[in-house]
Antibody, heavy 121, light 110 residues
Framework: QVQLVESGGGVVQPGRSLRLSCAAS????????MHWVRQAPGKGLEWVAF????????YYADSVKGRFTISRDNSKNTLYLQMNSLRAEDTAVYYC??????????????WGQGTLVTVSS | QSALTQPRSVSGSPGQSVTISCTGTSSDVGGYNYVSWYQQNPGKAPKLMIYDISKRPSGVPDRFSGSKSGNTASLTISGLQAEDEADYYC??????????FGGGTKLTVL
């Protein structure tokens, strides 16, 4: 079955960088677009970024544009999120998720278990 | 990229029906037939319940249904069960490979 396992979260000071990884298995990773979605403590979901199946196209929420970079290594079945110039408001659980097989634009499924990023001095 | 508007909370008794609304604009909900709904239990990852406005993934009970009218989408849960108590989020494609979520609705089964 499809598995998405995030790693790389932790506590980081404001202005510093962190890279998240998401190891994918159980499906043809190189054929699927992938998302990062985050959730601040006690808050709702926020879409962060999307990358096309081949890594050639990348899209971002305005809140992270210019600071975060989504990438993938299809040879390693791994998705990444490079986060630079981190701010307190970036504190959240970050989920890796796959575009739905049933609808590329209309569904995000499944999701990983998430990794917590805390930005604090 | 403004969040879609959902009621903060809804409630219903077992066996009843509840509807959760999700209001956006013509640039997201109203402009595309790509609205999805997610169920999230405490401490867990979200789970896709409805995609493309009204389609159910395999394994999702047919008690869950979705619809859209203009800039507002809706999730209806009929025959409410205790296990349906959770947070629910709507999501819409917003064009140019961007997506937007609603603020979330807490469903309480009385």
């Amino acid at each position: 079955q499809v598995q998405l396992v995030e790693s790389g979260g932790g506590v980081v000071q404001p202005g510093r960088s962190l890279r998240l990884s998401c190891a994918a298995s159980g499906f043809i990773f190189s054929s699927s677009g992938m998302h990062w979605v985050r959730q601040a403590p006690g808050k709702g979901l926020e879409w962060v970024a999307f990358i096309s199946y081949d890594g050639n196209n990348k899209y971002y929420a305005d809140s992270v544009k210019g600071r975060f970079t989504i990438s993938r290594d299809n040879s390693k079945n791994t998705l990444y999120l490079q986060m630079n110039s981190l701010r307190a408001e970036d504190t959240a659980v970050y989920y890796c998720a796959k575009e739905s097989d049933s609808s590329g634009y209309g569904g995000i499924d499944p999701w990983g278990q998430g990794t917590l990023v805390t930005v604090s001095s | 990229q403004s969040a879609l508007t959902q009621p903060r909370s809804v409630s219903g008794s077992p066996g009843q029906s509840v509807t959760i609304s999700c209001t956006g604009t013509s640039s997201d909900v109203g402009g595309y037939n790509y609205v999805s709904w997610y169920q999230q239990n405490p401490g867990k990852a979200p789970k896709l319940m409805i995609y493309d406005i009204s389609k159910r993934p395999s394994g999702v009970p047919d008690r869950f249904s979705g619809s859209k009218s203009g800039n507002t989408a809706s999730l209806t849960i009929s025959g409410l069960q205790a296990e349906d108590e959770a947070d629910y989020y709507c999501n819409s494609y917003a064009g140019s490979f961007t997506w937007v979520f609603g603020g979330g609705t807490k469903l309480t089964v009385l």
